[in-house]
């Protein structure tokens, strides 16, 4: 592969990651497309590329994620536990449940989330703190806080029904597994309107999440040679690069912005999903 080549996909790296690590996301979201429409890169081969993408975009992001006091881990661990069995029960299904009512299902579950998102009033920062409601968060010791950069204080913030938001990651990870895309588009709506966690928090808290899912299927990749080391590293390092410089703007980026961004994004791959359920293939999509 050409220097040229190279350079070029570091810096595709380095722009998906950029855009999914300040929004929490997968930056496969972003990769798959690129490497299949302007690189010509064969489907599986972009799929192990952006696989590898996503651990490195979560790891470079997770640490500075982790400084700042973003991440949740406990809550991270818990859930990640839901997302698993979805994802293991998506590869179980694949192949059965028609493509097209998937693309209609996955549009309308976005659609949803971005109402529930839009119609949901953040608490007043200098809102007082309620007292730790009783029930699982409590015991398990999930209730924390985070810095804000504008306030210069700590906010605390309590988690909220926390079966309900291991049900909804038990679908983010079916349905991530199902239609191939990283399921951190779903699991920032279900923390958001599920568990009431702040917008930093919910967007730290799943770039830390979609790594260790992801690295749970990169071996399978590798061992079926669809990862191929002259197009992963390059758009990885960019990666790297990519997600410090993203979560570097989620810090300072104010809640309401990153809300309005990640709102913008939904609706945009709600439309795609609905094409592709109409036939109508805009964008090419790995996992299939």
């Not at 950029?18 to 690189?39: D, H």
């Not at 007082?128 to 806080?145: D, Q």
């Not at 966690?197 to 061992?223: C, E």
């Amino acid at each position: 592969m050409s220097m040229e080549s190279t350079f070029w996909l570091f810096c595709a790296g380095l722009g998906a990651s950029a855009a999914g690590g300040m929004l929490g996301m997968a930056s496969g979201l972003f990769i798959v497309p690129i490497l299949t429409l302007f690189f010509h890169t064969g489907m599986h081969t972009a799929v192990g590329a952006s696989i590898v993408s996503v651990i490195a975009c979560s790891c470079g992001g997770a640490a500075a994620f982790l400084r700042g006091g973003l991440t949740n881990v406990r809550l991270a661990v818990v859930l990640e536990t839901g997302t698993t069995l979805g994802a293991l029960t998506g590869v179980l299904l694949a192949g059965i449940v028609p493509v097209a009512a998937l693309d209609f299902l996955f549009a309308g579950v976005l659609v949803v989330s971005a109402w529930q998102m839009f119609v949901r009033r953040e608490e007043a920062a200098g809102a007082r703190p309620r007292a730790p409601a009783k029930g699982l968060a409590t015991t398990l010791g999930l209730h924390a806080s985070y810095p804000d950069t504008h306030l210069r204080r700590e906010i605390p913030y309590e988690v909220r029904r926390v079966p309900a938001g291991l049900s909804l990651m038990y679908v983010a990870g079916l349905v991530s597994a199902l239609l191939g895309i990283g399921s951190g588009i779903l699991k920032i709506p279900a923390m958001d309107h599920a568990l009431r966690l702040p917008i930093k928090v919910s967007t730290a808290t799943s770039n830390f999440m979609i790594g260790v899912t992801a690295a749970a299927s990169a071996s399978a990749y590798f061992l079926r040679g669809e990862i191929v080391s002259a197009v992963a590293g390059p758009v990885a390092l960019g990666s790297v690069i990519g997600a410090m410089a993203g979560a570097r703007v989620l810090m300072k980026v104010r809640g309401e912005r990153l809300r309005v961004l990640f709102l913008s994004m939904l609706l945009l791959v709600a439309c795609q999903m609905a094409l592709q359920g109409f036939g109508i293939d805009l964008i090419a999509r790995g996992g299939r």
